[in-house]
């Protein structure tokens, strides 16, 4: 999506541009006839002239109107800054909006801020594959490599991307809050765009997501805004994955939110359709999809059963005898011994923790003997 940054920018930006450019901003008049035409003193606008300072934003504006210009001759030939701090970025005026602006605003809107002034934009994760993609994001945009760098405090990594520019276009453009985080919304052109909607939902997870093998195989992504979630959850239904919401609020001051992913099938279509970058996650859920047992639940509980009516009470001793992962029988066992089919009976100490020994119940005997089928 193209977008004429101009738009967004405020009156104290700057623009500077090569002797080609400003010629043809002020062709057709002397300098003095310009002077008296814009109302602006000749000292000031021979500076702009000749080069010496800066154009500001609302008289480049008035002469390419004026003038009735072509933005297209000015395509990737102004540096642009706001106020007087900072150094130019060789930007625009046409900027093309992609995945990758969408992915990393909802990064940092999960994982990040921008501070009140605008001075810069951080994000706050430890995983390198992301911090390696958000730096080499802003260095495309031309931004110079001596404006990112990483600040550490209590084993948390800070990339700090110091540009006043870049923090207000992705305030005004993708919202992405500034200051003390309260609710945060999701662009409209965003929520309308399936490959953008992707894009946002990679970038939450990346930020907030969080992988459970215990109990119920899920994804979760949690915040403590309410619309935020919703939106997420409005594009998860678009791209037809299910998801719940789920309010916590015990021992907090303000509740915290989870949209939670159930289900291979909702998991499978997550892994493939959103793709997350995430290198930890990544692993985590392929893990999931790749060690899900395909056969029936009861085929499943029906193994569990007969390996611990053979004398296997240990969840390590059944998970070797049926040859799975101790997490998918841990998960399974769980879920036995919630419907009542097996019972622990004996509990063992060891030097670095504990374990149960389980047997059937006389329900799980006649659940073995009849096969009847539960789903989880």
């Given at each position: 999506m193209e977008i004429n940054i101009l738009h967004y920018l405020p009156e104290n930006t700057k623009i500077k541009l090569d002797k080609i450019l400003i010629d043809k901003l002020f062709y057709g008049r002397s300098l003095t006839r310009w002077s008296r035409f814009l109302g602006i003193s000749l000292k000031?606008?021979?500076?702009?002239?000749?080069?010496?300072?800066?154009?500001?934003?609302?008289?480049?504006?008035?002469?390419?109107?004026?003038?009735?210009?072509?933005?297209?001759?000015?395509?990737?030939?102004?540096?642009?800054?706001?106020?007087?701090?900072?150094?130019?970025?060789?930007l625009g005026p046409i900027i093309e909006i992609d995945e990758k602006w969408v992915y990393v605003s909802e990064l940092i809107k999960g994982d990040g801020h921008i501070p009140s002034k605008f001075h810069y934009l951080v994000l706050v994760n430890n995983n390198k594959v992301l911090i390696d993609y958000v730096k080499d994001f802003f260095i495309s945009l031309g931004l110079d490599k001596k404006h990112l760098f990483i600040y550490k405090k209590d084993d948390v990594n800070f990339l700090i991307i110091r540009s006043y520019l870049l923090a207000y276009l992705f305030n005004k453009i993708l919202e992405v809050?500034?200051?003390?985080?309260?609710?945060?919304?999701?662009?409209?052109?965003?929520?309308?765009?399936?490959?953008?909607?992707?894009?946002?939902?990679?970038?939450?997870?990346?930020?907030?997501?969080?992988?459970?093998?215990?109990?119920?195989?899920?994804?979760?992504?949690?915040?403590?805004?309410?619309i935020w979630i919703n939106k997420l959850q409005k594009i998860l239904d678009i791209?037809?994955?299910?998801?719940?919401?789920?309010?916590?609020?015990?021992?907090?001051?303000?509740?915290?939110?989870?949209?939670?992913?159930?289900?291979?099938?909702?998991?499978?279509?997550?892994?493939?359709?959103?793709?997350?970058?995430?290198?930890?996650?990544?692993?985590?859920?392929?893990?999931?999809?790749?060690?899900?047992?395909?056969?029936?639940?009861?085929?499943?509980?029906?193994?569990?059963?007969?390996?611990?009516?053979?004398?296997?009470y240990r969840r390590s001793d059944i998970a070797r005898d049926i040859n799975k992962s101790l997490i998918l029988v841990s998960n399974n066992i769980a879920y036995l011994k919630e419907k009542g089919f097996i019972t622990p009976?004996?509990?063992?100490?060891?030097?670095?923790?504990?374990?149960?020994?389980?047997?059937m119940t006389d329900s799980g005997i006649k659940y073995l003997e009849e096969g009847e089928s539960y789903y989880f």
């Open positions: 000031n606008l021979s500076r702009y002239k000749n080069g010496s300072r800066a154009v500001p934003l609302d008289l480049f504006n008035r002469l390419v109107a004026l003038l009735n210009l072509n933005l297209i001759d000015f395509q990737n030939n102004i540096q642009l800054k706001i106020n007087s701090t900072g150094n130019y970025i060789k809050p500034v200051g003390k985080k309260n609710e945060i919304n999701i662009s409209d052109f965003v929520m309308k765009n399936r490959s953008f909607g992707i894009a946002a939902i990679r970038g939450a997870f990346d930020a907030e997501g969080s992988v459970n093998f215990i109990g119920s195989r899920s994804i979760t992504i949690s915040s403590q805004s309410l791209l037809k994955i299910k998801s719940k919401i789920y309010k916590e609020e015990k021992s907090r001051s303000r509740p915290i939110y989870r949209l939670t992913i159930h289900h291979i099938i909702n998991l499978k279509r997550f892994y493939r359709i959103i793709k997350p970058l995430h290198s930890k996650r990544q692993d985590k859920l392929r893990k999931i999809i790749t060690e899900f047992n395909k056969n029936p639940s009861r085929i499943f509980h029906k193994k569990i059963l007969l390996s611990i009516q053979s004398g296997n009976f004996e509990k063992n100490y060891t030097n670095i923790g504990c374990y149960f020994k389980y047997k």
